[in-house]
């Protein structure tokens, strides 16, 4: 696996071992979701209908590559015995010994310990059955979907959605940022001020606020309607030429 | 819709919209997705197929009662016209000035709002083509989810789960805690000093701590690896017994 070995190094990142994955259908959805999600390593373990299986590359479509790539594994020995930490997806309450995580925080420490030069499994058991007692005992921790407790039936493709969501969450700087909708940015406070300037003078003009002893209530209230709307500077250039546009209209009588 | 009216009340949540959705499949995995993470408010803008569709109510087996309760909008007005914060889910950039937000920070808005009284509606678009511009024109923000720009392509049902998964995030108390592993419970420090205490002891007399000069080293060592492994008092327990069961094992000669 020259191929993994380098992307490895490039973009270190958990490994993806699916437990005796039944269905080919179920294991190219999780390659896609792995991708969607800029993961591309995954390990199979046992699969039903042998490997290759050509149904999971049907379905894998534009991450058929990560099929390829994947190591077939005899056993969890093979899968990740060279791993300092495994962790477990399970639905169920286990009567183990084990932290359990939501998938934040397990893939927070899966980022931590992969940036401390570690190496990182996430098992996925099979569809129906999930993993065995004796599979999560081999792991250092589980990691569980906070569902609804009167529907937690989560297939293996979301399990795998999910965690990979998680990861990319974990590593990525900056996620939810508010982001200026335009390329212009947004308008600055002096920008706005002579955008109110502009409206005031003219409107008084006009002879908007009136009666008088309600104008500075009037025109205070416009002054904080321009600061309150989080314009971009394109949009204050629009409602300057639309002002104009209304004062030539206007004077053309 | 009395039921839905009922529910509203108890849970206050955000409305699922699916506008123009094609395959039933898909509606049936969006109200799978949903009910997994507690939602239960569908409604559908102009299905293709009509409604109701049998091969949705196939595909959501559990879920069911999302479609039959699910209200079918003729428009956009129908559908999120009573509502004061409407997200729209796109995954393309937009030449519309609206501010764009992660599933995380779109949904703890979201929360906010609806623990304010607002209604708050989530829009997602039909599966290939996406929502109009016009469409998104009429939302409030955009919410998309950081894809791998390689691979950005998610089907309309992970899209669904992606934001009823944030959703849950946002609305329940904790999620990323580590639970004790078992009903013991975390062992108090004293309960670790204790046990420390009990080994060093026996082991001392087992003459493990040799030479003398290295004896301090080599109980600090131990008395630190009691500490970090995060024990339950049942592991505790345990250990003690190990230690006294080999003690007897060994005044048995």
Redesign the interface.
Same mark, same amino acid.
């Given at each position: 696996m020259p191929n993994g070995a380098r992307m490895s190094a490039e973009h270190p990142q958990p490994r993806f071992v699916l437990m005796r994955p039944q269905m080919g259908e179920n294991i190219g959805a999780a390659a896609?979701?792995m991708?969607?999600?800029?993961l591309d390593h995954m390990r199979v373990i046992a699969p039903r209908d042998g490997w290759p299986n050509a149904s999971a590359s049907a379905m894998a479509s534009?991450?058929g590559r990560l099929l390829d790539e994947a190591v077939p594994c005899a056993d969890l020995d093979a899968a990740v015995g060279d791993c300092s930490w495994v962790v477990a997806t399970t639905a169920r309450p286990r009567?183990?010994?084990?932290? /359990?995580?939501?998938p *934040?925080?397990a893939m927070q420490e899966a980022a931590a310990r992969i940036a401390g030069g570690e190496k990182v499994a996430v098992l996925f058991g099979p569809e129906r059955a999930g993993l065995e007692n004796e599979d999560v005992a081999r792991a250092n921790a589980i990691m569980t979907?906070?569902?609804?407790p009167?529907?937690?039936?989560?297939n293996l493709a979301?399990c795998v959605?999910?965690a990979a969501?998680e990861w990319?969450?974990a590593t990525?700087a900056v /996620?939810?940022?508010? *982001?200026a909708?335009?390329e212009s940015g947004w308008a600055s406070a002096q920008e706005i001020e002579h955008l109110a300037g502009h409206y005031e003078a003219r409107l008084d003009e006009a002879g908007l606020f009136y009666p008088e002893d309600k104008a500075a209530q009037m025109k205070l209230g416009l002054r904080n309607l321009w600061s309150r709307l989080?314009l971009?500077s394109s949009?204050v250039r629009l409602l300057h030429g639309i002002l104009r546009q209304m004062v030539r209209w206007k004077e053309r009588g």
């Open positions: 896609r979701a991708w969607n999600f800029g534009g991450a009567e183990l010994n084990k932290p /359990v995580l939501s *934040e925080a979907v906070p569902v609804n009167a529907f937690p039936s989560l979301q959605l999910l969501y990319r969450r990525q /996620v939810a940022r508010v *982001e909708p335009d989080a971009t949009d």
